[in-house]
């Protein structure tokens, strides 16, 4: 038996309880749009690529991106250096608070749970290396629309039982400066338009555009 082999599916994270979304995602599948399929990827892409690099990962690693929290829990089975990046979701780690945009350790048997939104939505977890997942067209993405991506191909978020594991060793430790990496809005924000993969089947007239029509009966 191959040692290596052997300790790479000793480690892993079990999910004891799973939240509302919690989705595998990379940067997306690109170049299947003929093919009706949605380049989809980690929603807010900035604090994505920070996760990564806080463990020296690839950009574009596979990382979790959790949306709302809704008390996902993962029980590690080995030590790992995970990060965590973007919203506030009221994370505790053997019940202490865990800020966002740090690296931290996870011993066997600890808990990391995500409870209810404080500040923006999505969170994002990194792991070394990134996520074990199988990739179809290109890219690990969950895309529940055309049910491709995540651990079983479906596109479904992480449910009860699920396992996750990684492709790295330990990652060296890096930190964000005061200031630096992803910054949530701490009050009202403009949202962006962003155009679907169907705008060429429309005129191209917005819907801000769009006058509204008065009632004068």
Known sequence: MNPAANNDASKGLVVKQAGPLALIQDAGRFGVG???VTQGGAADWISFRWANWLLGNAPNSAALEIVMGGGLSLEAESEVRLALTGADLD???DGKPLAPNV????????RLVFRQPRQGLRTYLAFPGGLNA???????ACTAREQLGGLHEDGKPLKAGDRLTWKGAAPAVRRLAEGQGPQMPV??????I???????AFSGRSLPSLQ????SG
């Open 34 to 36: 003929h093919l009706g």
């Open 91 to 93: 994370a505790q780690l």
């Open 103 to 110: 690296s931290f350790k996870l011993l066997p048997g600890q």
């Open 134 to 140: 199988p990739e179809v067209l290109g890219s690990r």
């Open 187 to 192: 009050s009202g924000c403009r949202l962006p």
């Open 194 to 200: 962003v155009l679907g993969s169907q705008i060429a």
């Open 212 to 215: 509204p029509t008065v009632d």
